[in-house]
Structure formats: C-alpha cells, structure tokens
C-alpha cells in the first residue's frame, strides 16, 4: 500500500530559479511513499501527475455542474456548455490557433491522427500518393497511416534518423515529392527527446505541395507552441501528459481543411437535420464531435492549461532544461551506463541502458520500483526506432515540471546500486552448470495442479512485492541452462519486450511426457520462467492443457505486479506450453486420420 506523508519530503531545489519545492505543493499524488519511501516519479512522457486545480476542476463540474450541453434550455445544461466552450477558448489561445473553431476536442493524440487519416485520408489520398513519415514516431503516428494505405492505395515513405536520434533534414528534402501528399512527424521523440525543427519541415512540404501534421504530444508540455507560425495544417495532443485529465485531446486544424473533412463518426449533436433520406451535417467543430463529449475531460484541461500560464511556459521549459542537463552530466557518471539518444536539441527525456554489466531494462526498472522510483522501460511505442539503434528497448526518465535536483541524484544513486548489486550476482550465474548433455528439470509435484499448490503455499510465506521479487529472482537463478544452439529463430517467444526462448521434448520413453528448457536475458523474466517449469515441466500432455494458469497466477498473489506488457509475454510463453503440449497429444504415431490438419501442424514443431 502506498502511505501518504505527513510533510513534504525536503526535494524541493531547483537549478533554474524555479520554486520547485512550491509547485510540488500544487501535487497531491507526489506527497506519498512508494513501498517505504518518497516516490520518485520520472514517468512523465508516459503521463503526467494532475495538480489540485484539475483535481477540484473535475470535483466542482460533477458536484455542482454535470448537465449535458448543447441540447437543454435549463441553467445547468446552459452553464456546461458555457464552460466547455470556453475550454476551446482557453485551448486556442494555448497554441495560438486564429479560431477556436479549429480546435476539436477528441479522445486524444491517437484519436487525434486517426481522425485525420480516416477523413482527410480517404477522401483525398488515391493510389501512388505518398505519406511521408520519420524513424523517430510513436505507433500512434505509424499504425493509422498504415491503415490509410491499404484503404487508398497510398504508400508510405520513412525519413531516417541518425546515430543519435536527429532526423537528417538532407534525407528529409530527397523524400519529399510531387507524390508527397501529407507529412506527419513529431515534434518531440517520446523515447528519445529528440525535437524537430517543425517551422522548416512544414515549409519545406508546403512548398512541394504537401500537407503537413505534427505529432504534438509531447512538445505542448514542455515548451511554448504556436501553430500559426509553425504553419502546421494539423496539429495533435494529448490532455493527460498536459496535467490534465486522460481521455481528453486536441486536434486543430486549419478552417480551410476541416471544412472539406467529412465527419469521422455519425450521431448526435454533429447533424444539422436528419431525415430517412438525407442528414445534413452542422459546421465546426460540432461536425466532428458526435454524441456526449468529454465534457468533465474539457473543463479539467482548461483547468490544466489556466495553471501552466500561471507558472509560465517558458519558466517551465527553462526549469526542465536545466533538469536534463543535470540529469545528463549525473547519469554519465554511472559506469557501463550509455545514454541512447544525444541529439543536441533534445527536451525533458533521457533514455538509457546499463551495458557493464549488461541488465535488462525491465529488470532495471523493477529495481527502481522497489526504491519508489518510476521510470518506463521497453520500446515506448517505437520499435521501428530501437530498431534502427540496434537495441529492443530502453531505460527511460522523462522529467516534468514538478521534478527536482534531489530526484536525480536518488535516481543516479539507486542506478549505482542496483550495478554493484548486478556484479555481485554474476558468479552465483556463472556456477550453473553448463553440461555437455543437455539435462532437463524432474517434475516438482505428480500433476500441475498439486506443484501449483506447493507455489503457492510457498508464496503464502512470503511478505510484500519485494520479498516475492527477490524469491522469483532466486528461482530464475537456479534454472538449468538452455543451450546455445535452442537460442534460434524458431524457438523464440514473441511478444516479450525482452529476449526468451523456449525448446521442448517429448521425454524419452514416454508418450505424453513433455520437458522443457528456457532463456531470457531478463531476471525477472526468467524467475517466471522458473515457475512456470515448476508447474509444466514434466508433466503429462493432457494435464498441461487441463490446468488452469490465470487462476494459478492469481492465487500466486504476482499478477498485480506485473506490467501489461510482462503479463502480455508470460501470456505467449503459456499459449507455447500448451500448444506443444497439444502437439504431443495428439500424436501423429496414433492418430488415424486422413490429411489431418494437427498432424500437420505438429511436423513444424520441434519435439524430439
């Protein structure tokens, strides 16, 4: 459980003349601890923390204002649309859009891009055209011109990013085209900080003719934005990494544009008539926001956005640019350590891995969770960017504008332990037997369910999240090794952020017996490896298939400690399990069918 304090933890100092210490006041969810101790929070590009307006903006509108707008002649109806529509003003000013009506509230940066591609999109693009991309974007900036591809015919075209993350502008102008039709690049890296000058992108695709939208989520937080003098034709962001609520953003777009955009979605309050025969649809912004908005989400960004003016976007920008130099010179000092992402015009991220000794990110952050520190780890969204550097993933911290000095340093300390940790433990790994025949485990119980049993009462023992890491740490080091030659392609687990491999065989002189061996480069990873060989290996095909693992893994207690994306990998390496187990049960030696699709399906599976 995490503790509330009882006073603000001294973590205040800032190096940018900034009151720090104060603006951290603003901030309830920071006056706590985190298993123990003061939560360090370097998760920000993720999503921000909401300061006290927001929360008491949120609190007052459900309180005293929930009505529905637009549509209701009585005074709370009359007061919510009043104030939603001054949300759209306040967002205007924001980013210095001529028109609030160019402002369209959506579910955020993802709904945000979608919306573009699925109307200006398939309205305007035809087969041969070309969307002109960077290796630098988020998923959300890759998989929906994808789609838009393969409904018109388009192709995409991707910009090259250098060694260090920067976007080179000389390749930029060789892509562009009189086939280019639309340009759509952050303007901040989310993984790697890196910024793009988007006043020049944006002219040069003007000038052969193409659109232009920029991937705002990141940039809005941390500096000034004006989308008239970047002369952007859309622009996308977020109100979560903005201090404000989730489920809440922003596109604008020029009036010119939008107005050509037929509607993304039909329904309620974008019409304006409706018969059997013919709808006719109002003008903006309403054509493009059918049914019940957000109207909780809207007031609580304009809320967000009244408190960063009072604090000021360049004194934010200005603070946090300070961070990232301390952040940069203090992590530089850890050993082994290598920054991933050095462009000089880089903002509030810095991505990293620990390489001497070599520790998976994930394994990393675990690390820092135990220290009340958040940071993310994995391929952020970008994995066409890791890999174009080579890597799977990265270390993130991202700052924001609540962080301190205080806070990097603890992070730089714990960094510098969990490394002295690492070296430590090397020789208890290197004493694992490599053995020239390959061995595999004994069954741990008679079936599945009752070694389930013993894992858990094992488990029942065992204290907080900390006790139970380190026993499912200790269990991933007493694993018998998977030999180098099973670490191939086929044998691969996909869906893992980090590298696992998983060999089977049918055990010698049995039937349905199935053993199992595997690998990943992740501690934790392996320690869950090492329960599930507890509960599998050398067990009878049918009781594999017959055994159920959510439940297990519930009873456990691990489940709610575990990332969607670690839950996601442990997922495949199940599905893996008992899709060999299938394939050993229904043996080709004994079936009698004819042109029988599982027998076939078992001649790719490896099982000696």
């Not at 604008?252 to 993304?264: Q, S, V």
């Not at 691969?492 to 060999?503: A, E, F, P, T």
Request: with cysteine.
């Amino acid at each position: 459980m995490n503790q509330t304090l009882t006073t603000q933890p001294p973590r205040g100092r800032g190096l940018s003349g900034f009151d720090v210490a104060r603006v951290r006041l603003d901030f309830p969810l920071l006056q706590q601890l985190v298993r123990g101790k003061p939560l360090v929070y370097l998760d920000n590009a993720a999503t921000s923390q909401k300061p006290q307006a927001v929360i008491d903006a949120l609190m007052n509108y459900y309180r005293r204002d929930n009505a529905n707008i637009h549509r209701g002649v009585y005074q709370l109806s009359l007061s919510a649309s009043a104030a939603y529509e001054e949300a759209r003003e306040a967002v205007a000013r924001f980013i210095h859009a001529a028109d609030a009506h160019e402002c369209l509230f959506t579910r955020g940066t993802t709904e945000s891009i979608n919306l573009v591609a699925q109307t200006w999109g398939r309205t305007f693009l035809k087969p041969g055209d070309e969307i002109l991309l960077s290796q630098l974007e988020h998923h959300s900036n890759i998989v929906p011109w994808q789609m838009c591809c393969e409904q018109t015919g388009a192709v995409i075209r991707v910009v090259p990013v250098d060694d260090q993350g920067t976007l080179l502008i000389e390749e930029y102008e060789k892509h562009l085209s009189s086939r280019t039709k639309l340009v759509a690049i952050t303007h901040q890296s989310n993984a790697l900080g890196s910024m793009n000058d988007v006043k020049q992108l944006a002219r040069l695709a003007h000038e052969r003719g193409a659109l232009f939208l920029a991937d705002g989520a990141q940039w809005v937080t941390h500096h000034p934005t004006d989308v008239q003098d970047l002369d952007v034709d859309f622009y996308a962001f977020s109100g979560h990494k903005l201090y404000g609520p989730t489920g809440i953003g922003v596109l604008y777009g020029k009036r010119t544009l939008l107005e050509k955009m037929p509607p993304y979605q039909g329904g309620g309050d974008m019409i304006e008539s409706v018969s059997f025969e013919k709808t006719t649809y109002a003008g903006l912004p309403n054509k493009f926001e059918a049914g019940t908005p957000h109207i909780a989400g809207v007031i609580g960004l304009h809320a967000a956005i009244d408190y960063l003016n009072a604090l000021g976007m360049d004194n934010i920008a200005a603070h946090e640019a300070s961070l990232l130099r301390h952040a940069t010179e203090r992590l530089s000092e850890v050993p082994g350590l290598r920054i991933v992402g050095t462009s000089p015009r880089k903002s509030s991220v810095i991505s990293f891995l620990l390489e001497s000794p070599c520790i998976a990110p994930v394994d990393v952050g675990a690390e820092l969770d135990l220290d009340g520190i958040a940071v993310r780890t994995g391929h952020h969204c970008c994995q066409p960017l890791m890999q174009r550097l080579h890597i799977t993933g990265t270390i993130r911290a991202s700052l924001g504008l609540y962080n301190t000095v205080e806070e990097i340093d603890t992070l730089v300390a714990a960094l510098k332990r969990i490394r002295i940790k690492k070296q430590a433990e090397i020789p208890r790994c290197a004493e694992l037997p490599m053995l020239g025949d390959v061995k595999y485990p004994e069954a741990s119980a008679p079936s599945p369910r009752e070694a389930a049993a013993d894992l858990v009462e094992a488990f029942s023992f065992l204290g907080d999240w900390p006790q139970r890491y380190e026993y499912i740490i200790d269990l991933g080091r007493k694993m018998l090794p998977l030999p180098e030659s099973e670490k191939v392609e086929a044998n691969r687990i996909k869906g893992c952020q980090s590298m696992v491999y998983l060999s089977a065989r049918k055990r010698p002189g049995s039937h349905d017996v199935m053993d199992f061996l595997a690998y990943s480069n992740a501690d934790i990873v392996s320690g869950l490896i090492a329960i599930l060989q507890r509960v599998y290996s050398g067990q009878r095909a049918k009781d594999i298939l017959a055994f159920d693992v959510e439940d297990f893994f519930h009873r456990l207690g691990i489940d709610q400690n575990l990332a969607m994306q670690r839950r996601i990998g442990l997922g495949e390496m199940v599905k893996r399990i008992q899709h060999l187990a299938l394939a050993l049960e229904h043996s080709a030696a004994t079936c009698t069918k004819q042109d029988c699709a599982q027998c076939e399906e078992n001649k790719r599976i490896t099982l000696e």
